[in-house]
């Protein structure tokens, strides 16, 4: 229900942060006009720009010239989860940081808890060359405004170890074969189990929108699998791959075609199919986030990325999904069957882009919240 | 009578000490204090006056409040116990060893927190070294799966990295008693537990304190070593870390910090009142 009242009061928080960004504009102008008059900022001092996202996805950013050509100090955080970007943006990264890489299904969340600012979309020349399927996602836009943009993508498909799993599983159930018991890798991703687990025992397409007793239902499935069949609730992906290369694992209960790269990196050959159920499918997005210091270089930056040669670049040492289709003529051919970017429409069918469980609802839908407070409950099991 | 110095210049030197410790410490500590009694709507925090965080605290966390301050507990007796141990063998029983031994203790600091926690991971492993130890010796014929991704995991890695913190306040005390007291003590016919309990744990109880409190709520705030080592062995922290992340409550993970950190400082100061009252003659 619409509330005046909290309306009122997002817009004095909002107009408070502007206040201080006003101030801080003036005291950066002050200081600008003062070390231009002192002659004291070298000429050829570079601008710091900050940058959040898993390690890897910087790549297109520094293919090229585009640091050295605009001067650039490049000052990447690495996460391991899409989480620490929200937690590090409220524990007072707004107005330092330039540009974020963040999963969609987050946009909306984020636009609300006001931690992004909208896209103008006049300033992103590449916009009309990127996939139209995902541009066109509701979930990317907050208010009528896009939010970010998509830059790269992929599906959440069942990991194995071909050493030890003579045949691809047919279906996400057969990792709970007696043969796999201990042997089964789980992450800590809560979206990712939800995108994958929603379907398989729900059988909707939309995984992420279930009723509260649904949400039980797969909660109750996932804690199943964590506490009979599951070698450990791995913290991230990476860890994941770890257990791979370390044989401690064979099976997967989720998965990201980049953990193959990261296995096979440590002598380990490990391949993944999506099973017949289907699975979730992640679109990150490039996010500037509120008061972010330097827009203008922001906006060029996301440009750069979603250009042609940078993301063949990042499609190619990365293996994966990328948005820009001026770029897909230009890609090894097994990768760009392997995303299947002849018939986008037909992988979404496989793997399907959620959203994130709603804010509110009647009743008749789990929200968010109460997707969390039973992922909790899969966390203490 | 000495006459009480007045507030002098050299106080002053004190200050930016002061403001630093106020500004970096006290001032956050108290912001988090104040908004654990705020709400929030439209993932927005509201300037309220609540006691629902403390409560949902107690009704929705007891169980992993409860699993935190257990393993807390034994990893601080644990480590405190193995830290007494070896202080009190290198002050009293390895003679010219004494320095290079508590060097050696103290060269694992030098490691970084999640160096010791991928050492960990490579060494209880199912293809670990420690597994394939046991498989050699034919102490086991299949690998041990509840080394790694297990309870087990977080005490072992916890402890190792917290036992040089504990070795030096127990050590420090040490180093003040004299081998002579504990020979003059056997001479009169005190026994070792005699030795022990009346002259060497008196007079080190301040570092026991200390090397306690030291592994107990470094352990009982923690959340990156279950989460690496535990296998989805989920602490506190990782339910605080949850609501200041993906739950966008910040006023919820403060008033678990708070309560948190209120039931380890009287668990604390209940240790302490007891190794105090066992110590009485």
Redesign the interface.
Known sequence: MH?RK?EL??LA?LSARSALSRRQALVGAAALGATVAFGARPAFAKTTMTWMGWQGYETPILSGSFVADNDIDFQPTFIS?N??I??KL??GGIGKTDLITMYFGYLP?MA???LLEPINTAKIDQLPKLIPQFVAQDAIKYNGNLMGVPWNWGSLPLMYDPAAVSAPPESWLDILKPEYQ?KVA?V?D?LGNLLIWGTVVTGKPMGTILTKEEMVQVIDKLIEI?TKH??????SYG?MS?AFA???VTVSAIGWEAVAVWTQAKGKTIRYTIPKEGTGMFMDCLCIPKDAPHPELSYKMINHIVSAEPQKQFATEQSAGITNLDTVPMLPKELAESYNYADIDGFMKKARLQPVPP?ESDGSVATY?DF?NEY?RL??? | MLKRPAWGHQNWLLMPAALIFLGAFAAPLLYFLVISFWSVRARIMRADFTLKNYVATWSDYYDAMGGTLLIALAIGALTTLLALSFAYAIRFKCGRFETPLLFLALITLFGGYLVKIYAWKSILGREGILNQFLLWTGTIDQPLDALLYSVNAVVITLTYFLLPFAILPIYGNLRAIRPATIEAARDLGAGRWAVLRDIVIPQCEKGIVIAFTFAFLITAGDYVTPRFVGGGAAMMGHFIELQFSLGFNWPMGSAMAFTVMAVSLALVMIFRGLLRRGLQP
Request: without cysteine; charged residues 35%; glycine residues 6%.
């Open positions: 509330n909290q009061s997002a928080q989860s989480e620490e929200i937690t409220q524990a969340l609300e808890g006001e201990g789980m800590d809560p964590k599951a070698r450990a609730f791995f913290a860890d770890d370390r044989n401690e804010t919240d969390l909790q966390s203490k099991a």
